[in-house]
């Protein structure tokens, strides 16, 4: 959940639960939930605190890196330029 997405203080984002999205819809609701009752009442919400929350800013990547799909399902990140 990213609550006041760059450009935009009054967007909320709830995505990215792949097959657990079913199981944390409604904690997840709650929270987004309470991000718009608090912006329609003028009140800064800021996403929930966290440890690990800054693990998915979309601001982690440098705009260097590139990944490909090797053996199934895994991933190799490969920023040597090739």
Known sequence: VDAGAEGSPTLFVAAGWQGHGFMRAPATGETVAEGVLASLAGITFDAPDSPWIGAFD???????????????????NRTDGE
Do not use: A, C, N
Not at 58 to 76: A, K, N, V, W
């Open 58 to 76: 979309p601001e982690r990547f440098h705009g260097d890196e590139s990944f490909e799909i090797t053996e199934g399902m895994s991933l190799s």
